[in-house]
């Protein structure tokens, strides 16, 4: 069993939970779609633990503007950004904690945007834009079908998404299926492309606050979870870090 996360967005409280009930599910590999910086307030952490744990991880938008520059993010997002940049950045100095953060830089600026698996495609945003294009429901509802087909046309059977925060399904059909739609169970048929949202660990925004995580079976079965944990402490490490109080109510209101 394979347990896919994306957008943890430095929430190491939501990261370590997933983590715990994915194992008690008895995932034995993991995959991280990106965005492992950016918003919350303990971005080492984060990476540290999914550089040790995942066996595949990829480059999201977020990481991509640690590296090069947060060009048109948020002055929240670029705000938080620069101050993980300053966290994280290889410094001269002590050469223990240089050396540490100069792996740990490496392995982000290292991330390949995407992963091709046999027929699966793993990606943060989209198959044609692998760090920055936005598919979302509201693609699906407005009949941008050209937009859906010329993704869907870089998929071989299925692909896994992250980016939007919302967890759901866009198939060859012009559907989106929300987990509920599904009874939060989702069994692939063979030939029949889908692009699978994963949802987000760290920054849920489907008005439930929980983090979101899948689990793909031998068989294709993917299995959305969601998982409760300390809302109140991540909270309150925000505010230790200085984050603006509108990220901690987004957080709480999982939008």
């Known amino acids: 069993m394979i347990a896919i996360i994306s957008d943890i967005h430095g929430n190491y409280d939501a ?47 977020h990481d991509f503007a640690l590296i090069y520059g947060a060009n048109n993010f948020s002055p929240l997002a670029q705000d938080t950004l620069e101050r993980h940049r300053s966290d994280m950045m290889p410094r001269p100095g002590d050469p223990v904690a240089y050396e540490e953060r100069r792996q740990r830089w490496e392995f982000i600026k290292g991330l390949p945007y995407r992963h091709v698996r046999r027929d699966r495609l793993f990606v943060h945003a989209a198959p044609r834009n692998p760090i920055m294009e936005y598919l979302r429901k509201v693609d699906v509802i407005l009949g941008m079908d050209e937009k859906v087909s010329e993704n869907l046309r870089q998929v071989d059977w299925l692909c896994f998404i992250g980016h939007t925060h919302q967890p759901g399904i866009i198939t060859r059909s012009m559907e989106f299926l929300s987990p509920d739609d599904v009874h939060g169970v989702y069994q692939p048929r063979p030939h029949e492309k889908a692009i699978i949202n994963v ?48 990220m901690a109510e987004r957080l709480r209101r999982g939008r």
């Open 15 to 61: 990261l370590s939970a997933v983590l715990e009930e994915a194992e008690a599910l008895r995932a034995d590999r993991f995959i991280c779609l990106g965005d492992l910086v950016g918003y919350g307030p303990e971005p080492v952490r984060c990476v540290d633990e999914v550089r040790g744990r995942c066996e595949l991880t990829l480059c999201g938008n």
């Open 199 to 246: 949802g987000s660990v760290g920054q849920p925004r489907d008005g439930d606050w929980r983090a979101c995580f899948v689990t793909v079976e031998e068989d294709a079965t993917v299995r959305y979870h969601r998982v409760a944990y300390d809302l109140e402490a991540a909270s309150r490490k925000l505010a230790a870090a200085g984050t603006d109080e509108a």
